[in-house]
């Protein structure tokens, strides 16, 4: 889609200040394939745009999903490692880190979250997974996004009203640390 496309590929809804529509389309397009790696973990896939074609690890692209923190859909700048945190892609999350070319504390979007805060809402059935691995690249548990929530203050939904031991886990790792 984004190689030969001459299509608008940002939704007039969308607004990158600062940024061409050429910078835009970039943006949209060169980091792309990355987060749908991301997302699905493939792992094979991943490492091969990264090492044979030669793409960013850490080039933040933007993703269309559920704001985090918010029940509203729209377009965010998100990194590899945020989607794969997520998504739970423990396989492609390690390659990330494994890299060393990523922060694990850097903020994306106009929301300012960190994979941290991404893993958390996410809530996938890898999250305690996930969670141990970012903190243990030392995650920042206590980071702060534009809205005034820390990552254990974004739980999914479907996770807030449950008793569920792996609620209670990501907690009580979050609090150590």
């Known amino acids: 889609m984004c190689s030969g496309s001459k299509s608008k590929l940002l939704p007039s809804n969308l607004t990158m200040e600062g940024k061409s529509q050429g910078q835009k389309d970039s943006i949209l397009c060169k980091g792309?394939?990355?987060?749908?790696?991301?997302?699905s973990d493939d792992f094979v896939g991943f490492k091969t745009e990264v090492e044979v074609k030669g793409l960013d690890v850490?080039?933040?692209?933007?993703?269309?999903?559920?704001?985090?923190?918010?029940?509203?859909?729209?377009?965010?700048?998100?990194t590899p490692l945020m989607i794969a945190a997520m998504f739970g892609s423990c396989n492609v999350l390690k390659y990330i880190i494994e890299t060393g070319k990523v922060d694990v504390n850097r903020v994306c979007g106009s929301d300012k979250v960190t994979a941290l805060h991404?893993?958390?809402?996410?809530g996938s059935n890898s999250l305690v997974e996930i969670v141990k691995l970012l903190l243990d690249a030392s995650a920042d548990?206590?980071?702060?996004?534009?809205?005034?929530?820390k990552p254990g203050d974004l739980f999914a939904p479907y996770m807030k009203t449950s008793?569920?031991?792996?609620?209670?886990?990501v907690e009580s790792l979050l609090k150590a640390g």
């Open 32 to 39: 792309s394939a990355l987060l749908e790696l991301s997302a």
């Open 58 to 78: 850490d080039e933040a692209s933007c993703w269309y999903g559920r704001r985090i923190g918010s029940k509203k859909m729209g377009f965010e700048e998100r």
């Open 118 to 122: 991404c893993a958390v809402a996410g």
């Open 141 to 149: 548990y206590d980071h702060v996004d534009a809205n005034g929530n």
């Open 163 to 169: 008793c569920s031991s792996r609620k209670k886990l």
